[in-house]
């Protein structure tokens, strides 16, 4: 089959992606680039990403995101990533389709249900208590066994919102959640790494069982000078999220710079380059789990991931903040029950395109 055509439909906050290729009766997929900003993404596709695929074999696809990043060696950045994921999510929806199968079926199926944790995006909820108690709601009604804060300001070179706010978020939380549910703490690079590893201590004091994202993710020097001293105390150190360089992912697996990987699907370029990252850590024994904090289509294909790796984290993310847009465009999220996530069994992903969402989008088209 020919790809004939690349679509997408785009908002500010999410870009669906669809192509079209011949053959008999035709073939689609569908895909999804990464959130937020989206609509600058939907033309990125169509400037550095449909030139490449138009016109190519539909069902040998797995070199086509790597290809696409390399011959836009002028423009790589994370726009570039994006695009390529977006063809490369649709083109895994179309191949699976035409095969009968869901993508974790397709792939190769090792797990029927995920675990799933909280993500919560509050960062300085006030009172405090509020987002303690707010997540033990979440616990309590979902089954969660674990939930994960993102205290401080992102990439604030060490400056929380006031002294001692996220240790006191942390520790309220951890008070307030019954024994047994896990805590993850997530400071998005907001600390250089000897303010990281004072925290990590911290952390480690009050039963929080992995540490996300210590440093500027491209201090790569520091994020493992960081896992380095937080391994003589037992806090694993994750990253890995904001990646999407090769050299990056070569250099955190070769040098041990994380306790565990965590590729965002979408920023990464794809589902084909986030799966190639899984596999190489699994050799070297590393967990992965990837980033999918909300409830749009990235959470939906994390599933599938997670269905279908070597070596999974013991749960996937999912964001407990509802604020309209994140199932806006689709209605099959997978939904939680006893703290766990079934499989899609729908051909594809198994999304659910919502078409009066498609008629408010900004369309755009490339085609042979």
Request: aromatic share 12%; glycine share 8%.
């Amino acid at each position: 089959m020919k790809i004939t055509s690349v679509e997408t439909y785009a908002d500010k906050d999410q870009c669906l992606v669809r192509i079209l290729a011949d053959g008999a009766g035709g073939a689609e997929g569908w895909g999804f680039a990464a959130p937020f900003s989206a609509d600058i993404t939907a033309r990125c596709i169509h400037r550095f990403a449909a030139p490449y695929v138009l016109g190519k074999d539909a069902g040998d696809f797995q070199n086509y995101a790597d290809e696409i990043i390399r011959r836009n060696y002028k423009f790589l950045g994370s726009f570039v990533a994006r695009s390529a994921a977006g063809v490369d999510t649709a083109l895994w929806d179309m191949a699976a389709k035409q095969a009968g199968k869901p993508v974790a079926d397709f792939i190769g199926k090792k797990r029927d249900s995920i675990p799933i944790y909280a993500s919560s995006m509050r960062r300085n909820p006030q009172p405090l208590q509020s987002e303690a108690d707010r997540l033990l709601g979440f616990c309590e009604q979902y089954g969660f066994r674990a939930v994960k804060l993102h205290p401080g300001i992102p990439v604030n070179r060490n400056v929380d919102f006031y002294p001692g706010c996220s240790e006191e978020l942390v520790q309220r939380t951890r008070r307030t959640l019954p024994e047994g549910i896990d805590i993850i703490v997530d400071v998005n690079g907001n600390f250089s790494s000897a303010r990281a590893i004072e925290f990590g201590r911290f952390l480690k004091d009050n039963g929080v069982c992995m540490f996300e994202e210590p440093c500027p993710y491209w201090e790569l020097d520091e994020v493992k000078k960081v896992r380095e001293a937080c391994a003589q105390f037992g806090m694993p150190v994750a990253a890995g999220e904001q990646d999407y360089m090769d050299t990056a992912w070569d250099r955190m697996i070769e040098e041990h710079i994380v306790d565990v990987a965590q590729p965002d699907l979408l920023y990464i370029g794809g589902f084909t380059r986030a799966l190639r990252v899984a596999a190489r850590f699994a050799e070297k024994g590393v967990p992965v789990t990837p980033h999918t904090s909300n409830r749009s289509p990235i959470y939906l294909m994390g599933v599938h991931y997670m269905s279908v790796i070597d070596k999974p984290y013991p749960f996937l993310e999912c964001g407990v903040e509802f604020t309209g847009w994140e199932e806006a465009a689709y209605t099959s999220a997978p939904e939680i029950v006893g703290g766990n996530a079934q499989i899609p069994n729908a051909p594809g992903w198994g999304m659910q395109i919502k078409e009066d969402w498609l008629k408010k989008a900004e369309y755009q088209m490339s085609k042979l």
